[in-house]
C-alpha cells in the first residue's frame, strides 16, 4: 500500500439496470411475485403487492406533477409504505430525502429547506410535527399523507398503539396543514390508492408502469449525516453508488433469496437503507420489519419470523443478549448478526455467541460511502476490536496529515480514506465542505485507525474526538476499551475536556451494570494498571445511560 492508485470500476453497468436502483424490485416481482417481500406485525406482503402499492403512490406524485430531478422527501418509521414510497419516488426519477421520524419540527424544516423539497410523503402518525414545518418551506409545493383507519389497513396495527397518534389526531393535524401551509395536500388512504391503480392519466400510469430511463450519475438519495457536530448535511449519492454499494454486499454477505433479515434499524439511515432494504430486495428475500426497537418483541419478531440475519448495533444487542440470558428463545434460524455504527466490545462480543449461537460480523461504514467499507468476512478469522478487511471494490488506506499511506501496525494510526464507486460527489450545496474531505476521489472519514498485519482495520476514534493531553495523542476508544474490561461497567465514553495547563484532560462517562457498585477511585486504578499514565481518566462521571442517535451512535458533544 505505498500509492494511492485509481481502481477500476466496480459495479452494475447503465444496461443492466437501465432505471436504476428502481430495477431492484421490477427484476424480484419478474422472478417471483408472489414471493413474500415484508413481514410486518401479522401481515405479510408479496413482491407483486408491494410493487402494485410502490405503483399507485408514483401516479400520485406523478399526477400531482412531480417530475424528474425532483427532491422528495419520505418521512415515515419503520413501516411497508416506506419503502413503497422510495421506490416510487426513484421509479419516476425523483431523488429520496429520508426523514429520521424522531425529527422534530425545526430539524425537518432544515432538511426538507435545504434539499429544496418539491414534495414530502408522510406517515399519518408523523402528520402533527410535519405540519409545523410547512409555513417556512417555501420550495414545498406538495404533502402526501398516507392515512389508516381501519382494519384492513396494511396499518391497521398502529392504531392500537399508545404512542402512535391516532386516526382523528392526524385527521386534526392535515385540516389544519390544508387550511394554513398554501400547500396542495393530498390524502392518500387505501381507497385513494386503489384508485391510483386505476388513473385515467395515462402518463402517470405509463411512468409507473415502466420508469424512467435515467444514467448511473444521476441523484437517487440524498441523505442527511446524522449531524454530530452541526447542522446535517446532505450526501449525495447516485444510482451508480448504491447499484456499486449492493454489488459489493452481494460478493461478501452471501444474502439469499431465502433469507428473512430484521429490519429494526431506521430504514431512514444509511445502515437500514442500502444493507437491510436494498440488500435484502437485490436479492429476493424478506424483511421483518419492526417500527422501533423494543427488546422483547423484536426477539418475539426475530423467532415468530424465523429471522435469518439480524443486523443491529452494539447498544441493541447488548440488551438481547442481556434478555436471551434470562429467557432464552428459539434462534435456530439463524444464520449470522451483523454489526455497525459503534464499536463492539470483545466482552459483549463472546456473550453473543454464547447467546445467538451464530457469530456476529463487525463492519465500518458510512453515509458518505453508500454503507459498508470493511466487514468480518464469513469464513475467516475474526478478531475481536478489528472491523474486517475492505469489501471487494474498495480502496482502503489509513494516511498521514500529506494524505499519503501509512504502513501496517498498531504505531501507524492515521486517518481512514476510502475510495470507489461507492463514494458519494459530495455534500449537497456544500462545496467547501465536500472539497475538504473528498480529495482525487479520496474520501477523508474523520476517523483514526491502523491496519494489522492481515489488512483488518482497527478503527482509535475520531479526528475531531482525538484527545491531546501535554503534547501526547490520546484515542478515546483505546481508554473506551480499557474501562469495558471491568465486570461492572455497561457503556461509556471518553470525551476530552478543556485544562488549563495541559490542555486537555480525560473525561469518562460511565453507565454500571444494574445491580453492581463502582466507584470512581475503582475505574481510575482499574485504568492505572492497564494505561499510560497519561490516559488514565482525571475524571468519572456516572450516568444512568449514553445519549444516542437513532443510528445508535453516542452524542459526544451532550457529555461536555
Known amino acids: 500500500m505505498d500509492t494511492l492508485v485509481a481502481m477500476a470500476p466496480f459495479g452494475l453497468a447503465d444496461s443492466t439496470c437501465p432505471h436504476g436502483i428502481a430495477d431492484l424490485l421490477t427484476d424480484r416481482v419478474q422472478r417471483g411475485a408472489d414471493n413474500p417481500a415484508i413481514f410486518y406485525g401479522d401481515q405479510v406482503l408479496s413482491y407483486g403487492q408491494l410493487s402494485a402499492r410502490m405503483k399507485s403512490i408514483a401516479i400520485a406524485l406523478t399526477e400531482a406533477g412531480i417530475k424528474c430531478g425532483d427532491k422528495v422527501g419520505v418521512f415515515f418509521p419503520n413501516h411497508p409504505d416506506l419503502v413503497a414510497s422510495f421506490f416510487a419516488v426513484v421509479r419516476i426519477g425523483g431523488t429520496v430525502v429520508p426523514i429520521n421520524p424522531l425529527l422534530k419540527a425545526d430539524e425537518i424544516a432544515h432538511i426538507l429547506a435545504d434539499s429544496d423539497a418539491k414534495a414530502v410523503i408522510a406517515h399519518q402518525q408523523l402528520a402533527r410535527e410535519l405540519e409545523a414545518t410547512l409555513p417556512r418551506l417555501n420550495e414545498l409545493q406538495n404533502v402526501f399523507v398516507l392515512t389508516y383507519q381501519n382494519e384492513s389497513s396494511i396499518d391497521h396495527q398502529l392504531a392500537d398503539k399508545s404512542d402512535a397518534m391516532g386516526g382523528s389526531e392526524a385527521t386534526e393535524a392535515i385540516q389544519k396543514m390544508v387550511a394554513s401551509s398554501g400547500k396542495v395536500i393530498t390524502v392518500l388512504d387505501e381507497l385513494e390508492l386503489r384508485k391510483k391503480e386505476h388513473s385515467l392519466d395515462l402518463n402517470a400510469r405509463q411512468i409507473a408502469e415502466h420508469g424512467i430511463l435515467i444514467s448511473h450519475d444521476q441523484l437517487a438519495v440524498l441523505v442527511y449525516t446524522s449531524g454530530t457536530t452541526g447542522h446535517p448535511k446532505g450526501a449525495m449519492l447516485s444510482h ?5 454499494a449492493v454489488e459489493m454486499k452481494r460478493s461478501i454477505l452471501d444474502f439469499r433469496d431465502t433469507d428473512r433479515i430484521l429490519a429494526v434499524l431506521p430504514l431512514c439511515h444509511i445502515y437500514g437503507l442500502a444493507v437491510v432494504m436494498l440488500g435484502m430486495i437485490s436479492q429476493g428475500g424478506a424483511m421483518v420489519i419492526c417500527e422501533k426497537f423494543e427488546t422483547i418483541s423484536v426477539l418475539d419478531a426475530i423467532e415468530k419470523n424465523r429471522v435469518t440475519i439480524i443486523p443491529a448495533v452494539p447498544a441493541m444487542y447488548q440488551f438481547m443478549a442481556m434478555e436471551l440470558e434470562k429467557n432464552p428463545r428459539d434462534l435456530s434460524a439463524l444464520r449470522y448478526g451483523l454489526c455497525g455504527a459503534a464499536p463492539l466490545e470483545a466482552e459483549l462480543l463472546n456473550r453473543l455467541d454464547a447467546a445467538l449461537g451464530v457469530p456476529v460480523l463487525e463492519g465500518y461504514a458510512l453515509t458518505e460511502t453508500a454503507c459498508i467499507a470493511t466487514i468480518t468476512p464469513l469464513s475467516g478469522p ?3 476490536g478489528s472491523v474486517g478487511p475492505k469489501v471487494p471494490g474498495v480502496e482502503l488506506y489509513v494516511v498521514d496529515n500529506k494524505f499519503s499511506p501509512l504502513p501496517r501496525g498498531r504505531a501507524n494510526v492515521g486517518q481512514v480514506a476510502v475510495r470507489g464507486p461507492n463514494v458519494m460527489s459530495g455534500y449537497y450545496k456544500q462545496k467547501e465542505a465536500s472539497d475538504d474531505c473528498i ?5 477523508l472519514t474523520g476517523d483514526l485507525g491502523w491496519f494489522d498485519e492481515d489488512e483488518y482495520l482497527h478503527i482509535s476514534g475520531r479526528t475531531k474526538e482525538l484527545i491531546i493531553r501535554g503534547g501526547q495523542n490520546i484515542y478515546p476508544r483505546e481508554v473506551e476499551t480499557a474501562i469495558m474490561r471491568m465486570e461492572s ?56 445511560g449514553l445519549p444516542r442517535n437513532s443510528t445508535g451512535k453516542v452524542l459526544k458533544r451532550m457529555l461536555l
Open 382 to 384: 475474526r478478531k475481536p
Open 439 to 443: 480529495k482525487d476521489g479520496l474520501f
Open 240 to 244: 451508480g453508488n448504491l447499484l456499486a
Open 489 to 544: 461497567i455497561l457503556e461509556v465514553a471518553v470525551i476530552g475536556i478543556p485544562d488549563k495547563y495541559m490542555g486537555e484532560r480525560v473525561k469518562a462517562v460511565v453507565v454500571v451494570k444494574p445491580g453492581n457498585t463502582v466507584t470512581e477511585d475503582q475505574v481510575k486504578e482499574f485504568c492505572t494498571n492497564c494505561l499510560a499514565p497519561y490516559k488514565v481518566p482525571r475524571i468519572v462521571e456516572f450516568s444512568d
